[in-house]
């Protein structure tokens, strides 16, 4: 896994004045469908990190996971969704497999979530990870396990060079979880307790992803949106275009300003 920001793709193609005032989401479609038909493009797989803490005032975490899953079938894309939702006392780490169409949607509704204000099911989420192209699915299906784990001391801070140890942590530990789960076949949305009670050293420490969303370097929804939707001609004082670093090649890549 490369490091550091994340680094936007340089076309060796001159920009025309069409493709100038096209969005970095627009112009990424575009790319594609020179390569490949309407229908290829539509089934290219991508993979979505992020991280947000949990509305105080949600009772029933399980009914977070239920959100998700009614908002998947809503999204109507035709599309299968996998992954894992993985519920803290406070924290959530979720991991999507889908369409790019599908995970934007999911974006966006983080992004709207911010406007409920005290009505929101999450707050505060950040961006870890996109992988853009993968070749497979880590995950047979998408559930969502809440997690009888302790409250932690929450008070150590960690350097901001600790942050891509942290992802690659966090990134080790899903990819052993996917793992782990196909040992078991398919069944219940929710993931029965003793899944985890047989692997317990991979919970990512509620430490880790407290610092993950203190990260400033990690983007929230509308920042990733932000940097996805300008146009690519948009200049500095400078007169050079800004790197945005939204979009990058095949492999796992941390989401970083």
């Known amino acids: 896994m490369e490091t550091g920001k994340?680094?936007?793709?340089?076309?060796?193609?001159?920009?025309?004045?069409?493709?100038?005032?096209?969005?970095?989401?627009?112009?990424?479609?575009?790319?594609?469908?020179?390569l490949s038909a309407r229908d290829d493009v539509k089934s290219l797989l991508h993979r979505l990190i992020f991280v947000s803490k949990i509305s105080p005032d949600l009772a029933d975490k399980r009914d977070l996971g239920e959100y998700w899953e009614q908002q998947f079938q809503r999204y109507n894309q035709g599309e299968?969704?996998?992954?894992?939702?993985?519920?803290?006392?406070?924290?959530?780490?979720h991991c999507l497999e889908s369409s790019g169409d599908v995970l934007y949607c999911v974006i966006r509704d983080l992004q709207?979530?911010?406007?409920?204000?005290?009505?929101?099911?999450?707050?505060?989420?950040?961006?870890?990870?996109?992988?853009?192209?993968?070749?497979?699915?880590?995950?047979?299906q998408w559930s969502y396990k809440v997690l009888d784990v302790p409250g932690q001391?929450?008070?150590?801070?960690?350097?901001?060079?600790?942050?891509?140890?942290?992802?690659?942590?966090?990134?080790?530990?899903?990819?052993?979880?996917?793992?782990?789960?196909?040992?078991?076949?398919k069944g219940s949305k929710n993931i029965p307790d003793s899944v985890f009670?047989?692997?317990?050293?991979?919970?990512?420490?509620?430490?880790?992803?407290?610092?993950?969303?203190?990260?400033?370097?990690?983007?929230?929804?509308?920042?990733?949106?932000?940097?996805?939707?300008?146009?690519?001609?948009?200049m500095l004082d400078s007169g050079k275009c800004p790197n945005h670093g939204i979009v990058s090649p095949p492999g796992i890549e941390p989401c970083m300003a």
Not at 80 to 93: F, I, S
């Open 153 to 185: 001391y929450l008070g150590d801070k960690f350097s901001e060079e600790a942050t891509d140890g942290i992802i690659t942590e966090c990134l080790t530990k899903i990819l052993k979880i996917g793992k782990h789960l196909t040992k078991y076949p």
């Open 80 to 93: 299968n969704v996998t992954g894992l939702l993985l519920l803290y006392p406070a924290y959530t780490v």
């Open 197 to 234: 009670e047989k692997v317990p050293e991979l919970t990512i420490p509620q430490t880790s992803i407290l610092h993950l969303l203190q990260c400033k370097d990690l983007l929230t929804p509308e920042q990733f949106l932000k940097m996805y939707d300008s146009p690519l001609n948009v």
């Open 112 to 140: 709207r979530m911010k406007k409920q204000g005290d009505r929101a099911l999450v707050l505060d989420p950040k961006i870890v990870v996109t992988s853009h192209n993968i070749s497979s699915r880590l995950f047979s």
């Open 6 to 34: 994340v680094r936007a793709q340089s076309w060796k193609s001159e920009p025309t004045p069409e493709k100038m005032e096209t969005s970095f989401f627009h112009q990424l479609l575009n790319k594609r469908m020179v």
